[in-house]
T-cell receptor
Framework: ETGVTQTPRHLVMGMTNKKSLKCEQH?????MYWYKQSAKKPLELMFV???????ENNSVPSRFSPECPNSSHLFLHLHTLQPEDSALYLC????????????FGSGTRLTVV | DQQVKQNSPSLSVQEGRISILNCDYT??????FLWYKKYPAEGPTFLIS?????DKNEDGRFTVFLNKSAKHLSLHIVPSQPGDSAVYFC???????????FGKGTKLSVKP
């Protein structure tokens, strides 16, 4: 496989559920990102991992918990979400400091009911 | 406070004509700017970039112009094709981490 792969593509969860989003990159990049895309809003940067270390947490509520076990994998653990958390969650990877090199996955469409 | 602003949520253009997508920014520290294109059910894909020290970059049908004094950039697509119909995101890159800061996007519709 090549590029950035996100699973699942679609997820519907209740407010009391716990679920995880997975992202995997096969590009040899050393930085990975979670972005949130809500309707009529900019793509919002949530978390940044450089060399497996979290370097940025953009004031994201604690009901979102990222995990980066190695430079190729990134998870977003979800628990007790709210309906307003429904959005498209996009994962991206790059070489550190090279904005031009961002490669995005196709995203997970999350619906919280 | 939005650092990157795309004030037009949508744009409709006839095939063969020029499409002009606009973007304004407030952060003077951006090192360069990028345009990403996004189709439904897909992630954004890189389209074209421009360094903050340049005022124009051209790649085939796509040209990006940067006006630093006005803190404004624009993407020109000519001639526009129906396959160009997508959401276009403007983004700035800067800071020690070099993270991308996106605008809200503009949905372009090119009609045959």
């Amino acid at each position: 496989e090549t590029g950035v792969t996100q699973t699942p593509r679609h997820l519907v969860m209740g407010m009391t559920n716990k679920k995880s989003l997975k992202c995997e990159q096969h590009l040899g990049h050393n930085a990975m990102y979670w972005y949130k895309q809500s309707a009529k809003k900019p793509l919002e940067l949530m978390f940044v991992y450089n060399f497996k270390e979290q370097t940025e947490n953009n004031s994201v509520p604690s009901r979102f918990s990222p995990e980066c076990p190695n430079s190729s994998h990134l998870f977003l653990h979800l628990h007790t979400l709210q309906p307003e958390d429904s959005a498209l969650y996009l994962c991206a990877s790059s070489q550190v400091g090279q904005g031009k090199g961002y490669t995005f996955g196709s995203g997970t469409r999350l619906t919280v009911v | 406070d939005q650092q990157v602003k795309q004030n037009s949520p949508s744009l409709s253009v006839q095939e063969g004509r020029i499409s002009i997508l606009n973007c304004d920014y407030t952060n003077s520290m951006f090192d360069y700017f990028l345009w990403y294109k996004k189709y439904p059910a897909e992630g954004p894909t890189f389209l074209i970039s421009i360094s903050s020290i340049k005022d124009k970059n051209e790649d085939g049908r796509f040209t990006v112009f940067l006006n630093k004094s006005a803190k404004h950039l624009s993407l020109h697509i000519v001639p526009s094709q129906p396959g160009d119909s997508a959401v276009y995101f403007c983004a700035g890159v800067g800071g020690s981490q070099g993270n991308l800061i996106f605008g809200k996007g503009t949905k372009l519709s090119v009609k045959p």
